[in-house]
């Protein structure tokens, strides 16, 4: 009963074998049969031939012997023969992704010693697997792509068998579920795998401790749920993205692991990793699981102490945490960046001089926070805080201060009161002068009423946003001290009809946004103002200070002005200007201006002056009209009563 099956097994083995050489063997018949075509050249420099997208089916015969680089890429090859790649050996580069592949000469590499790289991508593999043959020996071949070929669980192995050199491989996008034991078993001196986009559900243990060379292995956009006793000493960088991971636990061993970057962002995550004792971690992402707390599992194994002396950026964004104890931060000597946005933490503080020395960037936006607190000579090397939509009403007035290196702070989509310069302890208000290194400020959105005098003396701003403050009365020397440093300023949404403040006094100003505002004149400026850009849009502008606007013509290059009402010939001599002058209107199509003559507003870029000089014309004439008239009607009264005098009768007596 055995036999009869093992020779059954054979008979469809043979006859699946055929069915796949039936259509070369047609194939080359027909070639012989019928007259030779002429074939798209292709692009031959030095030793490379690129015959790309040339609805090709073969290399022509004509190829050069010299030829290293062959690209075939995004042609219709479906059967790769000696014949296909016009009988040559010598590649060192062969490119054949995006073809209809779905039959391989075997043995076809055989002779080709000297083939480093070979693409197979987006092709039709996975019918070649279907006869089980082997590809090998790719006796060279350094890196192998094979990705988007359809490759379920076990097809990969026919084409690394024999592959001893082979240091890069690409599986990716292909609809593998499980990776064997003995999956890269012929292709010991693998460096770099990447599996990313598969189905893969379970990896057998040793499956990839048999590569002693393997650093890079990405296993991103998977279904992989669960991954204990991490043992890979020799990985330095490790991808799981988007899977199902729900726990990852190393060994408890005492052994050296070189890994250096740990993706496990969007994953189902509830506790952090469990990572090597004795790591060198330099990169460590953990954003969007399901993490509540900084602890490693609720079992025994927390109490293990792990150590991040390396770790350099640590995300734990769009998780769930409540709260991180500074004493999760103990070990982390090297930490620069720190991302726990978007969790629903209520309160941070750094309290202990000796805790992130290093960082330079941390990320609290869209949390929960109540309370925020630095200590003195903490966070030294701190240039960039964002603490942006957590809705933040109290905070010690001194906080910002004992930042000395703070460059960026972004405090969008706050409640902050600003203090004034000459605060004494102020209550509820938060104090902005006096910060050294600070050129960064964003403010929007804080429902600020009013800015007081001074806010920012000492403060070396560059950068200003005050928009979305509806309302926000500026003091006239809100400014004060910005004078040689503010470069961009931002009062957009703020329903100011006009400024107190004078602007042509930030001698370093050169980008400025007023839109959507209720503005009815312009900001003055003088020859000496150095804007360059400029935002009026969305304003009340009918008319605009010629001597003004003509005062920034020699520096402005950029300005918006669409959505005001503004009036065709009160305005003709700066509306020329904008025509004719080097400065760029990016909204001009919705610029436009009203002319009495016409019922819909007139664009700026046909508005002419013989509109408005017609339009002064007919103006003149109704002038005269009514002046004549109005004379007329004089003269008229003025002959009537003359008239009425002399036919008055002579009243007087003879004695």
């Not at 009365?473 to 931002?490: A, C, N, P, Q, Y």
């Not at 400024?499 to 930030?506: G, R």
């Not at 002319?595 to 109704?622: A, F, G, W």
């Amino acid at each position: 009963m055995v036999r009869r099956n093992s020779e059954t097994v054979k008979a469809i083995s043979t006859m699946a074998v055929f069915q796949l050489l039936f259509p070369l063997m047609v194939s080359c018949v027909a070639a012989s049969a019928r007259p030779q075509r002429n074939l798209p050249a292709c692009q031959v420099v030095q030793m490379d031939a690129f015959c790309s997208d040339l609805s090709l089916r073969s290399a022509p015969v004509d190829l050069p012997h010299s030829v290293q680089m062959l690209d075939l890429s995004r042609n219709q090859v479906q059967n790769l023969s000696q014949e296909t790649l016009a009988y040559r050996t010598g590649f060192h580069h062969l490119n054949l992704h995006s073809n209809k592949i779905l039959f391989i000469q075997p043995g076809l590499f055989k002779d080709m010693t000297d083939l480093k790289v070979l693409d197979l991508s987006r092709n039709q593999l996975n019918v070649f697997a279907l006869s089980k043959i082997n590809i090998g020996p790719l006796t060279a071949v350094e890196s192998l792509d094979l990705s988007s070929n359809g490759l379920y669980t076990g097809m990969s192995d026919y084409f690394l068998a024999d592959s001893p050199s082979l240091a890069n491989l690409s599986l990716n996008s292909n609809s593998i579920t499980k990776i064997a034991q003995n999956t890269f078993s012929g292709s010991s001196s693998l460096r770099k795998i990447s599996l990313h986009n598969n189905v893969i559900l379970e990896i057998e243990d040793g499956a990839f401790e048999s590569l002693d060379s393997l650093t890079e292995l990405d296993l991103s956009k998977n279904s992989i749920t669960c991954i204990t006793d991490f043992n890979l000493c020799n990985l330095k960088v490790l991808n799981l993205s988007k899977n199902s991971v729900e726990l990852f636990q190393s060994t408890t061993s005492t052994d050296f692991y070189k890994l250096l970057r740990l993706d496990l962002s969007e994953n189902k995550m509830l506790y952090f990793p469990l990572l090597p004792r004795n790591n060198v971690l330099e990169y460590l992402d953990i954003s969007r699981n399901h993490l509540q707390s900084v602890n490693v599992t609720e079992s025994h194994i927390k109490k293990a102490k792990v150590y991040f002396y390396f770790l350099r950026y640590l995300d734990m964004s769009y998780n769930q945490l409540k709260s991180i104890p500074e004493s999760f931060f103990y070990c982390m000597g090297s930490l620069e960046v720190l991302n726990v946005s978007n969790n629903c933490i209520s309160s941070f503080s750094i309290t202990n001089e000796g805790l992130l020395q290093t960082v330079k960037t941390i990320d609290l936006s869209y949390n929960s926070l109540q309370s925020l607190t630095f200590g003195e000579n903490t966070l030294k090397s701190l240039e960039k805080l964002l603490l942006h939509g957590n809705d933040l009403t109290i905070l010690d007035h001194q906080v910002f201060q004992r930042l000395p290196s703070i460059k960026h702070l972004q405090l969008r989509q706050n409640n902050l009161i600003i203090c004034p310069s000459d605060h004494q302890d102020p209550p509820d208000c938060v104090s902005f002068s006096s910060i050294p290194n600070l050129e960064f400020l964003d403010l929007s959105e804080n429902n600020l009423w009013t800015l007081p005098a001074n806010a920012f003396v000492d403060t070396p701003l560059k950068l200003l946003d005050l928009s979305l403050n509806p309302g926000l009365d500026m003091h006239k020397d809100s400014f004060s001290g910005l004078e040689h440093s503010l470069v961009h300023l931002f009062l957009r949404e703020n329903n100011i009809s006009s400024l107190n403040t004078d602007l042509s006094s930030l001698m370093s100003l050169k980008h400025i946004d007023l839109s959507t505002n209720q503005l009815t004149a312009v900001p003055t400026w003088n020859k000496d103002s150095s804007i360059e850009s400029l935002n009026l849009q969305n304003n009340n502008l009918v008319t605009l200070e010629y001597s003004t606007m003509h005062a920034l013509e020699h520096s402005l290059k950029t300005l918006y002005m669409g959505s005001n009402p503004l009036s065709c010939c009160s305005n003709l001599d700066f509306l020329q200007m904008v025509q004719n002058s080097a400065v760029v209107v990016p909204d001009i199509e919705t610029v436009t201006c009203v002319h009495d003559e016409y019922s819909e507003p007139v664009n700026i870029e046909k508005l002419t002056q013989e509109m408005c000089h017609r339009s002064r014309v007919q103006s003149y004439i109704i002038a005269v009209v009514v002046i004549a008239l109005v004379l007329l009607i004089v003269l008229g009264l003025l002959v009537k009563c003359c008239h009425s005098r002399k036919r008055k009768p002579n009243r007087s007596f003879n004695a």
